[in-house]
Nanobody
Framework: QVQLVESGGGLVQPGGSLTLSCTAS????????MGWYRQAPGMERELVAR???????DYADSVKGRSTISRDNAKRTVTLRMNNLKSEDTAVYYC????????????WGKGTLVTVPS
């Protein structure tokens, strides 16, 4: 069974940094676009950052310049480093993986909560 397991969430002070990690099981990450989405209270889930199979990356405007996504296909991990955190970054962060050819092969982690107090 495919699983995406996130780690690294928690309480971070404004201006601080954190690293979120996701480890995948039962998929060959070489064939999956991977990334991070987040959902704040009362809001829709939104893209934070993603990395294609060719490691092209894109970021939400709200995190661009202060976030870095990276992946290690051999270790089946995707990592998001965020700096200069703001209260508006408070959300549940979800790991995401989608096969680059087969749209039905899309998976989500259970999420990890990041809280940045105002």
């Amino acid at each position: 069974q495919v699983q995406l397991v996130e780690s690294g969430g928690g309480l971070v002070q404004p201006g601080g940094s954190l690293t979120l990690s996701c480890t995948a099981s039962e998929i060959d990450c070489r064939y999956f676009n991977m990334g991070w989405y987040r959902q704040a209270p009362g809001m829709e889930r939104e893209l934070v950052a993603r990395s294609s199979i060719s490691e092209f990356t894109d970021y939400a405007d709200s995190v661009k310049g202060r976030s870095t996504i990276s992946r290690d296909n051999a270790k089946r991990t995707v990592t998001l480093r965020m700096n200069n955190l703001k209260s508006e970054d408070t959300a549940v962060y979800y790991c995401w993986a989608k096969h680059h050819l087969f749209n039905n092969l899309e998976y989500w982690g259970k999420g990890t909560l990041v809280t940045v107090p105002s």
